[in-house]
């Protein structure tokens, strides 16, 4: 069984939220399981209208395609045909030339969950006591610290963490990001905008985590934090907790 809490707030800076979500509800196809977060870019209304797109288009390509075929490639392929859709707005639009979105999502079968990411939103999985980041940020910083040529105290990767590699619809094709956790109960997933990550170490997360029992209470205390810690960006939040009982 799962618990879900999911916040998403325009923070203390932008005068737009281009942050958007979604949880999943039982329309019967492999949607029914799932969570999305992204986080818009290109402008006022571009970044708003790639954010809902991705949001909204997976979930719909999920559902119809329904609960025939391999798990991950059903994600993949929908994360792909998505893209493609967003593209080809994005070139026949002046009006929204240049938008682009990040994705993570998470389906659960059972007792693990199916992730693909694409850009700088991110995948925690909190279990025993621990926090370990699941995805791999698509950021030219993050990038240069896997490769070993840079610091994440150093002053370039603070003057260009928001510098992102890959997005949803700024190309024609998506290389996204497949990974698989097992979560058993007493597990929690966290899926987040870098409004949140951005402005929050990975100990304040997981003392978060640690200290708030309650699935929406440990939600709404991480968007606050964010926003104590600057606000700087719209923050958007999911949190499932898989508790003892299975019931999707």
């Known amino acids: 069984m799962l618990k879900v809490a999911a916040f998403t707030d325009i923070g203390l800076v932008r005068q737009n939220n281009e942050d958007s979500l979604y949880i999943g509800c039982p329309w019967g196809g492999l949607e029914e399981n799932l969570f999305v977060v992204a986080d818009g870019m ?30 991950d490639r059903a994600l993949e392929e929908a994360t792909e045909k998505a893209n493609a859709a967003l593209y080809r707005i994005s070139c026949e639009s002046e009006e929204l030339k240049g938008l682009g979105s990040t994705l993570v999502m998470a389906y659960w079968d059972k007792s693990r969950f199916h992730i693909i990411n694409v850009g700088d939103s ?42 992102i590699t890959r997005a949803m619809g700024t190309e024609p094709y998506v290389d996204e990001d497949l990974f698989r956790v097992e979560a058993p109960p007493g597990s929690r997933l ?12 990975g100990d304040l997360i997981t003392g978060i985590l640690t ?18 810690g600057g606000g700087k960006d719209n923050i958007t939040v999911i949190l499932i907790d898989v508790l003892e009982e299975e019931n999707t």
């Not at 980041?133 to 993050?142: A, F, K, P, R, Y």
């Not at 896997?146 to 370039?156: I, P, T, V």
């Not at 200290?211 to 104590?228: F, G, I, Q």
């Open 211 to 228: 200290e708030e029992e309650d699935t929406e209470a440990a939600a709404e205390r991480l968007v606050a934090e964010a926003k104590k």
């Open 122 to 163: 991110r995948a925690y999985l909190f279990r025993d006591g621990l926090l370990m980041q699941v995805t791999e940020d698509h950021s030219l910083v993050e990038e240069m610290v896997r490769s070993g040529r840079l610091e994440r105290d150093d002053e370039m990767y603070r003057a260009n963490r928001h510098v």
């Open 42 to 71: 290109g402008g006022h209304k571009g970044g708003e209208y790639a954010s809902r797109f991705v949001a909204r288009r997976i979930p719909e390509l999920l559902h119809a395609r329904g609960k025939k075929g391999n798990i």
């Open 190 to 201: 966290l899926l987040c905008t870098d409004g949140l990550h951005g402005m929050l170490e």
